[in-house]
């Protein structure tokens, strides 16, 4: 007989949750390794973009913690690791012009880094949709804040992988 409460319960379920998505990343060839090769090129490209690059250059104070706490962030949303704490809503939406052109050019970008560190098309799939996802929620976020209900698919026309 099971004694134990729903709260238990419930956080085995989520462990076991948590377990499966990071087991289902890692058949797939995505894991922490991975994750951290892809926030490393994709940010060293960022860097040298004349679009994005200055946007970045103004924002981030200290490249090392920045990467670190993109690491973090991409663990959690690819493993469900429950590691990143913050709002990237609101360190988005304070930037001054940012638009749909900012977010498909980010895409690309991280489309093009998915491409390079390629090993099964599944891992690019997966981290490449994960990537629309977020650049769509920004920007519609975004859009939103500026121009009411209206701005509410504002990411349908952002590049799929």
Known sequence: MNMSTPVERTREEVRQA???KR?????????EH??????ERFYAAIREDDLLGPIFAERVESWPEHLA???SFWRSILFNSGEFSGNPMV???VIPGLEER???HWLTLFYATLRDLEGDPGASSLVGERARAIADSLLTG???RREGIGGSRAGAGLPHI
């Open 34 to 39: 991975y994750v951290s090769e892809l926030v």
């Open 102 to 104: 900012h977010f498909a």
């Open 23 to 31: 087991a289902a990343a890692a058949a797939l060839g995505v894991d």
């Open 69 to 71: 706490r993109m690491k």
């Open 142 to 144: 975004i859009t939103i």
């Open 91 to 93: 360190k988005h939406v």
């Open 18 to 20: 948590r377990e499966a």
